[in-house]
């Protein structure tokens, strides 16, 4: 498993509060659990506290996403080497669970993490995938939806670093939004064209022959 893969451990965390929409899905120690996903071993350590810790780390990667996406990459990396140091991790060499085609062990680099609880655990991944992440394809690759009232956090993958939306759906509800704005304005200004002919026409004097 690629270490950048655990990288989207901070955006499905980030992810589970909308603050422009005043939405909060961590709310439950089951919730908490769900944010694990396979990972069943680890999810078993959560209990109620960790609800409100998982919020405050929630709380402090949002602000590297922000951070990365007003541009201001020194903050975003100074926030994020914060939480390496607060939740630290052990990379691994893994693979005597999984084999190739001819069974032999499928080597790959494992994050080992050594918690006092599911928060620490699941927080150490999530920022070290999202470190890993921001090393390997830039700070401008961590974002916020620009379809408003989104602002979900996402990481673009694209090959021109064009992804401006968290999802398909913001993205076409954003580009039908920016049509009717277009189409709102041409009308407003077909009418202000025609009010004008017509105001000119009135105050023009009429010259006798």
Not at 85 to 103: A, K, N
Request: aromatic letters at 6%.
């Amino acid at each position: 498993m690629e270490l950048a893969y655990y990288s989207d451990y901070a955006v499905r965390l980030v992810n589970t509060e909308e603050p422009a929409r005043n939405k909060d899905s961590l709310t439950s120690v089951e919730a908490v659990r769900e944010l694990f996903g396979a990972n069943g071993q680890a999810a078993r350590r959560a209990t109620d506290a960790d609800v409100t810790r998982f919020r405050s780390v929630r709380a402090r990667l949002r602000s590297v996403f922000e951070a990365a996406d007003g541009g201001d990459e020194t903050l975003a990396v100074d926030l994020l080497n914060s939480l390496l140091l607060e939740f630290p991790v052990s990379p691994q060499i893994s693979g005597h669970e999984t084999r190739d085609e001819d069974g032999k062990p499928d080597w790959h680099m494992h994050l080992a993490d050594h918690p006092s609880n599911a928060t620490a655990g699941y927080a150490a991944i999530a920022t070290m995938g999202l470190a890993f992440h921001l090393t390997s394809y830039g700070v401008d690759r961590l974002g916020l939806c620009e379809a408003s009232p989104c602002r979900n956090a996402y990481l673009d993958t694209s090959t021109n670093r064009s992804r401006r939306y968290c999802s398909d759906r913001c993205a076409t509800r954003a580009n039908v939004a920016a049509y009717r704005a277009r189409k709102r304005l041409e009308t407003e200004r077909a009418a202000d064209t025609g009010r004008s002919a017509k105001t000119a026409q009135v105050t023009t004097p009429h010259t006798d022959r």
